[in-house]
């Protein structure tokens, strides 16, 4: 008898998964391969403090912002047409970033890769939806599209430290152009077109509300994390939360909104999009000090660090990818859930880091979290994009992108937050008599803060400032990973709670939500 399921992938929508990775691999890169280049660049350019963090942060402002409109955008001209459109963007945008003379121009291309970036990855994801219908090969496909995007943000620093061992601060831009160009060339080839066909006009209001929420939202966030909770942060989150209500309202009387609002009905669409979020908003606030635990108590280069952090990123992508053979033989909620409870022990071992620890502790303890992590990424993007019709794909994908985004930077912020205080309580009691007001204010800012005032200070004095940060430091990063690891046992329970009824691997899935009859 003729198979009744879904049809099965063959020879080209592998090779075309291929061809996607490439994509998702790169905008990874870019999120973390400037940070070696600052200071080169800040020679060169001679930014202002507040022109270098645009120069960091407006990429990733950027992606965010526009990930829903540029989702929406490919389900009604094409994700294919989006996605070549993007990449020819990103390939010039980031030659004029790797040969810019000032840094309003660094920001300008900065700018333009970000929403370059922003067509890229909603397309990738949607076309991967398209691609592979079978339930069990789009679940493998995932896995593959996340592990490009784990790995991308794993070899960004060696790449770009071996880059800036030879070559001027622009080379690190110029990785993308030869990834963009064949792309170009076979994308064409490899990646069939597909779109909405009914779908209606792009209602350009939305698109701008959308943007300016998310943007809003996420500036405010990040400078709570970075100043606290000050009126411009509070008026930010304000502004984000109205203009978000605004979007939300105004997509229940569109014919054709930008986002369906009846996706969120689907308890495996609504619930894989909150343990994601909540998972990323967990982990990622902890990333942030373990990074800087790494750079400045142990003292290592940003290079070295980078490859201290490779094993846990490894760890990751053997999870993501162990993801798709596991549910085949437990059911989803039970592979998510038993993996963040594993992750939430990775994160209670680095809770006992010391300043006087090996690495050894810390890194197993980043495999272990990593490694849990991993398949509750594959698995919630899967169902959000899974539990969407074909149609809407883009529109699913860049919702689940953007709730990424949302959660890396409220973790950030509240998670990070929470290390903060603790941070600022210790050095407080550690803070050894005579040190000047200045460095005083200096060293409660930040751990970096801290180091620099040290080198201003006679030696005796200096070297005690620099150590009683450190032991505050390491107090704040306990603080972190257990406020993490707390976090992520509750989302473990939740998703046992809310993800039960998602099929396993090779089940007959239920009608999307949102399809027509």
Same mark, same amino acid.
Not at 318 to 344: E, F, N
Not at 375 to 387: E, F, H, Q, R, W
Not at 390 to 403: D, L, Q
Not at 430 to 457: F, Q
């Given at each position: 008898?003729?198979?009744?399921?879904?049809?099965? @992938?063959?020879?080209?929508?592998?090779?075309?998964?291929?061809?996607?990775?490439? =994509?998702?691999?790169?905008?990874?890169?870019?999120?973390?391969?400037?940070?070696?280049? !600052?200071?080169?660049?800040?020679?060169?350019?001679?930014?202002? $403090?507040?022109?270098?963090?645009?120069?960091?942060?407006?990429?990733?402002?950027?992606?965010?912002?526009?990930?829903?409109?540029?989702?929406?955008?490919?389900?009604?001209?094409?994700?294919?047409?989006?996605?070549?459109? *993007?990449?020819?963007?990103?390939?010039?945008?980031?030659?004029? @970033?790797?040969?810019?003379?000032?840094?309003?121009?660094?920001?300008?291309?900065?700018?333009?890769?970000?929403?370059?970036?922003?067509?890229?990855?909603?397309?990738?994801? $949607?076309?991967?939806?398209?691609?592979?219908?079978?339930?069990?090969?789009?679940?493998?496909?995932?896995?593959?599209?996340?592990?490009?995007?784990?790995? /991308?943000?794993?070899?960004?620093?060696?790449?770009?430290?071996? !880059?800036?061992?030879?070559?001027?601060?622009?080379?690190?831009?110029? +990785?993308?152009?030869?990834?963009?160009?064949?792309?170009?060339?076979? %994308?064409?080839?490899?990646?069939?077109?597909?779109?909405?066909?009914?779908?209606?006009?792009?209602?350009?209001?939305?698109?701008?509300?959308?943007?300016?929420?998310?943007?809003?939202?996420?500036? *405010?966030?990040?400078?709570?994390?970075?100043?606290?909770?000050? /009126?411009?942060?509070?008026?930010?989150?304000?502004?984000?939360?109205?203009?978000?209500?605004?979007?939300?309202?105004?997509?229940?009387?569109?014919?054709?909104?930008?986002?369906?609002?009846?996706?969120?009905?689907?308890?495996?669409?609504? *619930?894989?999009?909150?343990?994601?979020?909540?998972?990323?908003?967990?982990? #990622?606030?902890?990333?942030?000090?373990?990074?800087?635990?790494?750079?400045?108590?142990?003292?290592? $280069?940003?290079?070295?660090?980078?490859?201290?952090?490779?094993? #846990?990123?490894?760890?990751?992508?053997? /999870?993501?990818? +162990?993801?798709?053979?596991?549910?085949?033989?437990?059911?989803?909620?039970?592979?998510?859930?038993?993996?963040?409870?594993?992750?939430?022990?990775?994160?209670?071992?680095?809770?006992?880091? $010391?300043?006087?620890?090996?690495?050894?502790?810390?890194?197993?303890?980043?495999?272990?979290?990593?490694?849990?992590?991993?398949?509750?990424?594959?698995?919630?993007?899967?169902?959000?994009?899974?539990?969407?019709?074909?149609?809407?794909?883009?529109?699913?994908?860049?919702?689940?992108?953007?709730?990424?985004?949302?959660?890396?930077?409220?973790?950030?912020?509240?998670?990070?937050?929470?290390?903060?205080?603790?941070?600022?309580? #210790?050095?407080?009691?550690?803070?050894?008599?005579?040190?000047?007001?200045?460095?005083?204010?200096?060293?409660?800012?930040?751990?970096?803060?801290?180091?620099?005032?040290?080198?201003?200070?006679?030696?005796?004095?200096? %070297?005690?400032?620099?150590?009683?940060?450190?032991?505050?430091?390491?107090?704040?990063?306990?603080?972190?990973?257990?406020?993490?690891?707390?976090?992520?046992?509750?989302?473990?329970?939740?998703?046992?709670? !809310?993800?039960?009824?998602?099929?396993?691997?090779?089940? =007959?899935?239920?009608?999307?939500?949102?399809?027509?009859?």
């Amino acid at each position: 008898m003729p198979s009744t399921g879904p049809p099965r @992938a063959g020879r080209r929508e592998w090779l075309a998964l291929a061809v996607l990775a490439l =994509p998702t691999l790169l905008v990874s890169m870019d999120l973390t391969v400037l940070h070696l280049a !600052l200071p080169s660049l800040s020679r060169d350019l001679d930014p202002s $403090s507040t022109q270098l963090l645009w120069i960091v942060d407006v990429y990733g402002f950027l992606i965010a912002g526009a990930l829903i409109t540029m989702g929406t955008l490919g389900d009604r001209v094409g994700r294919r047409r989006l996605l070549l459109i *993007g990449a020819a963007a990103f390939g010039a945008a980031s030659v004029l @970033a790797a040969f810019a003379t000032s840094a309003e121009l660094l920001i300008a291309a900065r700018a333009l890769l970000g929403v370059a970036g922003a067509t890229l990855m909603p397309s990738t994801l $949607s076309l991967i939806r398209n691609l592979f219908h079978d339930p069990a090969q789009r679940t493998t496909a995932i896995a593959v599209w996340m592990t490009s995007f784990m790995a /991308g943000a794993a070899i960004g620093p060696i790449v770009g430290g071996l !880059l800036l061992e030879q070559f001027w601060w622009g080379s690190v831009f110029l +990785l993308g152009v030869p990834v963009m160009a064949l792309l170009l060339v076979l %994308g064409p080839l490899l990646l069939p077109e597909s779109r909405d066909p009914a779908a209606g006009r792009l209602d350009l209001l939305s698109a701008a509300l959308s943007l300016v929420a998310v943007l809003s939202a996420v500036w *405010g966030v990040k400078r709570i994390a970075e100043h606290g909770a000050d /009126g411009a942060a509070i008026a930010s989150l304000a502004a984000g939360l109205a203009l978000g209500t605004v979007f939300v309202l105004r997509q229940r009387g569109l014919a054709d909104p930008l986002i369906d609002l009846r996706l969120f009905r689907a308890r495996t669409f609504s *619930g894989g999009l909150g343990t994601q979020t909540l998972t990323i908003f967990a982990f #990622g606030g902890t990333q942030l000090f373990v990074g800087q635990y790494l750079q400045l108590v142990h003292g290592l $280069s940003p290079l070295e660090a980078g490859l201290w952090l490779l094993p #846990g990123m490894l760890a990751g992508i053997a /999870g993501a990818m +162990l993801a798709p053979v596991a549910v085949r033989h437990v059911r989803p909620a039970r592979v998510i859930g038993t993996g963040l409870l594993l992750a939430a022990g990775g994160l209670l071992a680095i809770a006992f880091v $010391s300043t006087g620890s090996g690495l050894a502790l810390i890194v197993a303890g980043q495999m272990v979290a990593s490694f849990g992590v991993g398949p509750a990424m594959t698995l919630t993007t899967d169902m959000i994009v899974g539990s969407a019709p074909p149609e809407r794909a883009g529109s699913a994908s860049a919702i689940s992108e953007t709730g990424g985004e949302l959660g890396q930077a409220l973790g950030i912020a509240l998670v990070g937050s929470v290390g903060t205080a603790v941070y600022r309580g #210790g050095i407080d009691e550690r803070m050894p008599a005579g040190v000047p007001a200045a460095e005083t204010k200096a060293a409660r800012d930040t751990l970096g803060g801290a180091a620099e005032a040290s080198d201003e200070l006679p030696a005796p004095l200096g %070297g005690e400032l620099l150590d009683a940060a450190r032991e505050a430091f390491t107090q704040g990063l306990q603080a972190t990973a257990t406020v993490s690891a707390v976090v992520l046992s509750g989302v473990a329970a939740m998703a046992l709670v !809310l993800l039960r009824r998602a099929p396993s691997a090779g089940a =007959p899935e239920p009608e999307p939500v949102g399809a027509e009859a």
